[in-house]
């Protein structure tokens, strides 16, 4: 019933930007920490940033001051707005909720499907 949607990624050249959304769909009363992660071919998935539901904010140290996580939290919008690409930034992209209410439901650990993105010249 609820469901995350990640869109926005697709190639880039280096130094370019790109704006990924995660959409929070069904019927949704509230959500708590949402996460952006990502996963390169072969390796760990890892933490990229974090955003609580009143809007603090934590990234890791390889994308401080690249990129930025933010929510919309009447559209149950969150978005990961990446500048700066480099080629190791490179990798699927996911969007985690830690914990949502739907319907009186109670949903924890939910991930979107994720979106590519690629950072080539």
């Known amino acids: 019933q609820v469901q995350l949607v990640e869109s926005g990624g697709g190639l880039v050249q280096p130094g370019g930007s790109l704006r990924l959304s995660c959409a929070a769909t069904?019927?949704?009363?509230?959500?708590?920490?949402m996460n952006w992660y990502r996963q390169a071919p072969g390796k760990q998935r890892e933490l990229v940033a974090v955003?609580?539901?009143?809007?603090?904010?934590s990234y890791a140290d390889f994308v401080k001051g690249r990129f930025t996580i933010s929510r919309d939290n009447a559209k149950k919008m969150v978005y990961l707005q990446m500048n700066s690409l480099e080629p190791e930034d490179t990798a699927d992209y996911y969007c985690?909720?830690?914990?949502?209410?739907?319907?009186?439901?109670?949903?924890?650990?939910?991930w979107g499907q994720g979106t590519q993105v690629t950072v080539s010249s």
């Open positions: 955003i609580t539901s009143s809007g603090s904010t």
């Open positions: 069904g019927s949704i009363d509230s959500m708590n920490f």
């Open positions: 985690k909720a830690d914990l949502v209410k739907g319907g009186g439901v109670f949903y924890r650990d939910l």
